[in-house]
């Protein structure tokens, strides 16, 4: 944050029930004052919105993300959010933001540049997806075999284990481009894993990142 500084704050949670409670907003500001704590900035508004995050027209059903988008314009502001995913977990939903000539910052990862954003993004938005898609081919190979949910055996785990490959191996190729760009920078693999971790994206499995980790990544793509 640059001296005098205008910012519009953003939080936002998904469900009704969690903004009536408070649930997750009251993280999201402290998490957003403790990032402007010291500076010299003005806080010109702070926007709340009770909305899922799901659908191509996400900004159109966020009618407070929009006010606060059009507060930022009129006062040359800076939008602070408490997380990334507090705007979406949809690459082009965020791609399409990136565009809008507004400058935002995360106050989770400030030092995140607009690439950095950007390919943040599309590892958020693959988490989602194999989530599901785990769950659903799981569901789909055991009912196609006629196998009873929670019987036990290695024929039972075998397409199971399958799918984590395969999962394993779609992961590795979304971070190809992360990892061919640190390769570029000259980083090793040990700046690459503190790189990642405090960019927040996380292991396929969700956890933090280890050289070893990364290793196996690396072995997959060669």
């Given at each position: 944050?640059?001296?005098?500084?205008?910012?519009?704050?953003?939080?936002?949670?998904?469900?009704?029930?969690?903004?009536?409670?408070?649930?997750?907003?009251?993280?999201?500001?402290?998490?957003?004052?403790?990032?402007?704590?010291?500076?010299?900035?003005?806080?010109?508004?702070?926007?709340?919105?009770?909305?899922?995050?799901?659908?191509?027209?996400?900004?159109?059903?966020?009618?407070?993300?929009?006010?606060?988008?059009?507060?930022?314009?009129?006062?040359?502001?800076?939008?602070?959010?408490?997380?990334?995913?507090?705007?979406?977990?949809?690459?082009?939903?965020?791609?399409?933001?990136?565009?809008?000539?507004?400058?935002?910052?995360?106050?989770?990862?400030?030092?995140?540049?607009?690439?950095?954003?950007?390919?943040?993004?599309?590892?958020?938005?693959?988490?989602?997806?194999?989530?599901?898609?785990?769950?659903?081919?799981?569901?789909?190979?055991?009912?196609?075999?006629?196998?009873?949910?929670?019987?036990?055996?290695?024929?039972?785990?075998k397409p199971n284990i399958?799918?984590?490959?395969?999962?394993?191996?779609?992961?590795?190729?979304?971070?190809?481009?992360?990892?061919?760009?640190?390769?570029?920078?000259?980083?090793?693999?040990?700046?690459?894993?503190?790189?990642?971790?405090?960019?927040?994206?996380?292991?396929?499995?969700?956890?933090?990142?280890?050289?070893?980790?990364?290793?196996?990544?690396?072995?997959?793509?060669?």
């Amino acid at each position: 944050m640059t001296e005098n500084s205008k910012v519009v704050a953003y939080y936002r949670v998904s469900t009704q029930k969690q903004g009536q409670s408070g649930l997750g907003l009251d993280a999201q500001e402290q998490a957003v004052m403790n990032y402007l704590n010291g500076g010299v900035w003005e806080l010109i508004e702070g926007f709340v919105e009770i909305e899922t995050g799901k659908g191509s027209d996400a900004l159109d059903r966020r009618p407070q993300l929009k006010a606060a988008m059009g507060t930022c314009k009129q006062h040359k502001a800076t939008l602070i959010i408490a997380k990334l995913d507090r705007l979406a977990r949809n690459n082009h939903f965020i791609a399409g933001l990136l565009e809008s000539g507004i400058d935002f910052i995360c106050a989770d990862m400030p030092q995140a540049n607009k690439v950095m954003l950007q390919m943040y993004s599309v590892m958020a938005e693959w988490e989602r997806d194999q989530i599901s898609t785990r769950t659903k081919a799981a569901l789909q190979a055991a009912k196609a075999r006629g196998v009873i949910l929670g019987a036990t055996g290695m024929a039972n785990l075998k397409p199971n284990i399958e799918v984590r490959q395969q999962a394993a191996d779609a992961f590795a190729i979304k971070l190809k481009a992360i990892i061919a760009s640190m390769k570029v920078r000259g980083l090793t693999q040990r700046s690459m894993c503190a790189e990642l971790n405090q960019l927040g994206v996380k292991t396929a499995k969700g956890g933090e990142w280890s050289l070893i980790q990364l290793q196996r990544v690396i072995a997959r793509l060669a």
